[in-house]
């Protein structure tokens, strides 16, 4: 009797039949899918931020950079792991209009599904490629950010060690001081910088902050008086520390993003200095 109501339910009320269907139908599709298929995984490295490169937006600070932790997950909604956290690299980031920030690089690895029409891998519905945005949620922190690199192998990132010489003209007698020999920065997985040496010569300059033969000051009586200018000492600061950059291009990189060259201005710090105006002089 009751297979007998079943199928005279089914016959009266076929769009309800057929909705019940179709969803039966997707699931057991969801499913086969989901256990009987092989799952993907892509290695992805991103940079943390707002997600789309070209929109210039702060950088993180120390807490987000410390709250990452290497092996952290995201799991789905099965309890899998969908994103597995494979190292965390961050650099200083100064900026005198800000507080201290951070470049933040994750090294991923993704379950995605694949797509063979367009060849295209997708997280969470979304196409990932080099430039495309993401969104984590992390089992120790929410993120957003950039993908810089892809692979469908793991990555085998190649380090060369190099001596680099950073000059700076005009540098302040503190400056001099405060630069410590064998003093480090570990960026999460590497000591990437190590000073060995440091030099310096005086150089006699003219301090315009300080005085100048046009910084005059009216007084009451509308009479001026002028500062003469008074030399002041200054510094050439020669700094002779090793880098560990890759190579890429042609080219040498250091901090993922920074083209280490002669000429060129370098974005580094050290626990007790910061390298400001420092130049790169000399590679070997």
Known sequence: MTLKKIRKFAKKNYFITAFFAIILFVGVISLYKLFATKPTYIYTKVKIGQGLWWASTAKPGIWLAGAIK????????????????????????YSSMAADQFDVYL????????????????????????GSPIELEL???????????LSE???????LEKTVYLT?????????????????????????FEILD??????????????????????IENLYFTYPIIPETRKYITVKAKILVKEKNNQLVFAEEQVIRPGKLINLSTPNFVFTDFVVGKIE
């Open 153 to 159: 192998k793991e990555f085998a990132d190649k380090y």
């Open 70 to 93: 290497k092996g952290d997950t995201e799991t789905s909604i099965l309890g899998g792991k969908s994103v597995e956290v494979l190292n965390v690299r961050y650099y200083p980031y």
């Open 168 to 192: 700076k003209k005009s540098a302040y007698a503190w400056e001099f001081d405060a630069i410590k020999v064998g003093d480090k920065y570990f960026d999460g997985e590497n000591t990437v």
């Open 198 to 219: 440091k030099s310096s010569s005086d150089k006699l300059s003219f301090s315009a902050d300080k005085f100048s033969i046009s910084s005059s000051i009216p007084s």
């Open 139 to 149: 089992s120790s922190a929410q993120i957003s950010g950039t993908v810089i690199d």
């Open 107 to 130: 090294t991923l690895k993704l379950r995605v599904s694949h797509n063979k029409k367009t060849n295209q891998y997708l997280f969470k519905r979304t196409a990932v490629s080099v």
